[in-house]
């Protein structure tokens, strides 16, 4: 009797010390988003002077995307000596977007695409070198991220 | 507590409503001595705690309170004094403050500490800093919660929690009046009828003016607890009723990117000859830009931003202010900005909601100063009845032994033997050591004689 009992408590001991756990979709009970998602693709070099292209493809993780609500690009150079303010990439089709640039000095760059999307709005920002980078420019880089400073927002 | 067939002996033939009431005696005097310190102690920290705003505020005016100006400098800027002070350091957090005459707060992690840095933000520079183990607010916490010990405190802490609500069932099955004399003795204390009746009144009336609110507290602290609560989120948020996944347990959604779309930040150590390449790529969004993305979805001033730590982390905006329904989670991509997941009061299921009110009620910050005041009377009340309690028994105790009645074995008191193990169910950790206590009384208690004596057993 007592062997008994002794084996049930020890049963319902291991089976509510072995606890319950989360379920791995259980974000899909509560809300959703639908957040915009841009690959960037450009050339793997770039030569100062030369004309290059810029494209950025939107995509959403349940539909696929005709026209986004807007996107635009912008370019600076990390020190804001050379800033081309945003402007509205050329729609190819597709949830594809493009715009040409053609950079007059080497070093170290910066594209930002700004796009939004039913509700959804994304700031993607690609670093990109023109050239070759300045031992000034490499060294910015080590230091981490870089510094922001006021220059894309006075545009919104 | 006692099994053995010595009982049909040693206590006088009695009905069984009799023995049953002696049971519930013995298991609330048991419990109730037990578990006495721990009650006082959280009673004591809680109350504390309900004012940790206005403690704080008092305590860190310095750090906290700044004169406007016109114009704050960007949160980069901010960022940069804390880099220039703390070269080595990691920033894990930033706090903007929820008003224009309040500090903004970087948290950091130097190699051996966590450190709040408070900035001027109109200025950029530096107000001073706390060591976080040094904030006697979080002490105060960390007792409550967990005894400052851990998983084991935590544990502690819910078994006090626990056996509490078994002190209130069994108190109130003793408290039951049996037949209507009225309500001297049973609401209102009857202090003029000997000292041994005032004694008994002083601590069961009492109890039952609080035991609303007792209850109350400990099913709203319960959530919290490491065990229970734990898996009572889990269960809970799997229903789709309880919190999304992430606002109190469960993973962040992750910044989604592949690596070679990452741009690498050089090593001091590597030359010029980097692969272009891979400096090419995304980089992070600063905080900054996420400051204005708080801004533009809209958020509880008091927010905070946790700074992600590993390449596919994201940023979490976090507010739990005083009322429920302000509170809000908002994870980020780390590198496109996107809100992957923006998750409010009102995206709570029904179980989470009610959970949330819960817990700003517990804190006493939902309704302010009338909810601090009504918690803090509870607490008082609790530590009350807990020292009237002690203090019946050990007037009561003989010299030698426990005190406790002779009672009848748990598992021969059908009624309450079911009751309790309703409760050991619910509670499993209650569970557990009603079997510990039945293990000890059965390998020890029953055993040994000078101890059998001693527990009138």
């Given at each position: 009797m007592r062997k008994r009992r002794?084996?049930?408590?020890?049963?319902?001991?291991?089976?509510?010390?072995?606890?319950?756990?989360?379920?791995?979709?259980?974000?899909?009970?509560?809300?959703?988003?639908?957040?915009?998602?841009?690959?960037?693709?450009?050339?793997?070099?770039?030569?100062?002077?030369?004309?290059?292209?810029?494209?950025?493809?939107?995509?959403?993780p349940t539909a696929s995307i005709?026209?986004?609500?807007?996107?635009?690009?912008?370019?600076?150079?990390?020190?804001?000596?050379?800033?081309?303010?945003?402007?509205?990439?050329?729609?190819?089709?597709?949830g594809v977007y493009e715009m040409d640039f053609q950079l007059e000095e080497e070093g170290l760059y910066y594209l930002e695409v700004h796009a939004g999307n039913n509700g959804s709005i994304v700031s993607p920002r690609q670093q990109f070198i023109v050239g070759k980078l300045s031992e000034a420019e490499l060294n910015t880089l080590k230091e981490g991220p870089v510094k922001e400073q006021e220059s894309s927002e006075k545009h919104h | 507590?006692?099994?053995?067939?010595?009982?049909?002996?040693?206590?006088?033939?009695?009905?069984?409503?009799?023995?049953?009431?002696?049971?519930?005696?013995?298991?609330?005097?048991?419990?109730?001595?037990?578990?006495?310190?721990?009650?006082?102690?959280?009673?004591?920290?809680?109350?504390?705690?309900?004012?940790?705003?206005?403690?704080?505020?008092?305590?860190?005016?310095?750090?906290?309170?700044?004169?406007?100006?016109?114009?704050?400098?960007?949160?980069?800027?901010?960022?940069?004094?804390?880099?220039r002070l703390y070269p080595d350091s990691v920033v894990t957090k930033y706090r903007p403050g929820e008003n224009n005459t309040r500090s903004s707060e970087v948290t950091i992690n130097t190699d051996s500490e966590s450190l709040t840095v408070f900035i001027n933000p109109y200025t950029g520079k530096s107000m001073g800093q706390l060591n976080n183990e040094d904030r006697i607010m979080d002490k105060i916490e960390e007792i409550h919660g967990e005894l400052m010990a851990g998983t084991v405190g935590d544990r502690l802490v819910e078994l006090a929690a626990c056996w509490a609500i078994v002190l209130l069932v069994t108190g109130f099955l003793?408290?039951?009046?049996?037949?209507?004399?009225?309500?001297?003795?049973?609401?209102?204390?009857?202090?003029?009828?000997?000292?041994?009746?005032?004694?008994?009144?002083?601590?069961?009336?009492?109890?039952?003016?609080?035991?609303?609110?007792?209850?109350?507290?400990?099913?709203?602290?319960?959530?919290?607890?490491?065990?229970?609560?734990?898996?009572?989120?889990?269960?809970t948020t799997n229903t789709g009723e309880g919190y999304p996944p992430s606002v109190w347990i469960g993973e962040a959604p992750v910044s989604d990117l592949e690596t070679k779309d990452i741009a690498e930040v050089p090593w001091a150590a590597e030359t010029l000859d980097v692969p272009v390449s891979k400096l090419q790529g995304l980089v992070p969004q600063s905080l900054d830009q996420i400051v204005k993305i708080a801004d533009r979805e809209g958020i509880y001033p008091s927010y905070s931003i946790f700074v992600p730590q590993e390449p596919d982390g994201v940023y979490t905006l976090s507010v739990f202010p005083p009322k429920a329904e302000d509170e809000a989670t908002i994870h980020i991509d780390q590198y496109s900005g996107a809100v992957l997941a923006d998750y409010r009061y009102d995206n709570y299921g029904i179980i989470g909601k009610v959970v949330a009110w819960g817990i700003t009620l517990h804190?006493?910050?939902?309704?302010?100063?009338?909810?601090?005041?009504?918690?803090?009377?509870?607490?008082?009340?609790?530590?009350?009845?807990?020292?009237?309690?002690?203090?019946?028994?050990?007037?009561?105790?003989?010299?030698?032994?426990?005190?406790?009645?002779?009672?009848?074995?748990?598992?021969?008191?059908?009624?309450?033997?079911?009751?309790?193990?309703?409760?050991?169910?619910?509670?499993?950790?209650?569970?557990?050591?009603?079997?510990?206590?039945?293990?000890?009384?059965?390998?020890?208690?029953?055993?040994?004689?000078?101890?059998?004596?001693?527990?009138?057993?």
């Open positions: 002794l084996l049930l408590l020890s049963i319902f001991c291991i089976s509510i010390l072995s606890a319950c756990s989360l379920r791995s979709d259980a974000a899909d009970l509560y809300k959703q988003e639908n957040p915009l998602q841009v690959e960037i693709a450009m050339p793997d070099s770039i030569a100062a002077q030369e004309t290059f292209t810029m494209q950025a493809v939107l995509t959403e005709e026209e986004a609500n807007f996107v635009h690009f912008e370019v600076w150079k990390h020190d804001h000596s050379i800033h081309l303010p945003m402007e509205e990439a050329t729609f190819l089709g597709k | 507590m006692n099994t053995g067939k010595t009982n049909a002996v040693k206590s006088p033939r009695k009905s069984s409503g009799t023995n049953t009431y002696r049971t519930i005696w013995r298991w609330h005097l048991y419990a109730g001595v037990i578990f006495a310190p721990l009650l006082v102690l959280l009673a004591i920290t809680g109350s504390i705690y309900l004012f940790k705003a206005e403690i704080e505020e008092v305590l860190y005016q310095d750090y906290y309170q700044v004169a406007p100006q016109d114009e704050k400098v960007p949160v980069s800027e901010q960022l940069e004094e804390v880099n003793l408290w039951f009046p049996k037949k209507t004399k009225g309500l001297a003795g049973v609401l209102f204390p009857r202090l003029r009828k000997g000292k041994k009746i005032a004694m008994r009144d002083l601590h069961v009336v009492p109890a039952v003016w609080i035991s609303g609110g007792l209850l109350f507290l400990i099913l709203t602290g319960l959530p919290w607890s490491g065990f229970w609560g734990d898996n009572f989120q889990a269960i804190k006493g910050s939902q309704f302010g100063l009338i909810n601090q005041l009504a918690s803090l009377a509870i607490c008082l009340g609790i530590i009350f009845v807990v020292i009237s309690g002690i203090y019946l028994w050990w007037k009561r105790k003989p010299k030698k032994g426990m005190g406790g009645p002779a009672a009848p074995a748990l598992f021969k008191t059908k009624s309450f033997l079911l009751i309790m193990i309703v409760l050991g169910i619910v509670f499993p950790l209650v569970g557990i050591s009603i079997a510990a206590v039945w293990l000890f009384d059965w390998m020890i208690v029953q055993r040994i004689s000078s101890v059998k004596r001693w527990f009138n057993a």
